[in-house]
């Protein structure tokens, strides 16, 4: 489903399950949506992407086709999940998936690339390029990324700030 004509800008599309698509997005053929996801305006899912329930993708992410994400996965304002190791394969067999299990966060302006599986409740800080897995738990950050602190430090510093 192509969400692009110049009436669709600014406006809300119900998805069905709950979920809502911003205008103008793009949706690729045979995306599995969850319940209750949300997906911003300029993102583009790429076909046969699989997202979870309660899946956020902010306004000019990129998630490529075959991605897996989990439930309750957030993707930053452009964040770029990619697939294609030696692009453009134009070879669908040479895909590799990025996998984002449940709860991680994408921030804003990362990149993660192909075959990178993100951990469940891992964080891949904004602006950060994951070149390897990240395990369940952990922050990371930089370019490329690395350790910077568990998930618990992460949020104690986050309740810190409020």
């Known amino acids: 489903m192509s969400l692009s004509n110049d ?13 809502v698509a911003w205008g103008p997005c793009h949706l690729g053929s045979e995306v599995q949506l969850g319940e209750g996801c949300s997906i911003g305006a300029l993102a583009h899912v790429g076909s046969e992407a699989k997202l979870g329930n309660r899946v956020r993708i902010q306004g000019g ?5 075959i991605c897996i994400l989990g439930d309750d996965v957030f993707i930053g304002p452009n964040a770029t999940l990619l697939n294609d190791r030696h692009p453009p394969s134009r070879d669908k067999r040479k895909w590799i998936p990025v996998i984002v299990e449940n709860n991680a966060v ?4 990362a990149t993660i690339l192909p075959g990178v599986s993100i951990g469940e409740n891992a964080v ?8 390897k897995d990240i395990p369940a738990n952990e922050v990371w950050a930089g370019n490329p990324a690395r350790f910077m602190m568990t998930r618990h430090e992460y949020e104690a510093k986050r309740i810190e700030i409020d």
Request: hydrophobic content about 40%; charged content about 5%; aromatic content about 4%.
């Open 7 to 19: 009436n669709l800008n600014g406006v809300r599309h119900d998805l069905g399950n709950n979920s």
């Open 61 to 65: 992410a990129y998630v490529a086709s």
């Open 106 to 109: 994408i921030g804003g302006g």
């Open 124 to 131: 891949v800080a904004a602006g950060s390029v994951a070149t």
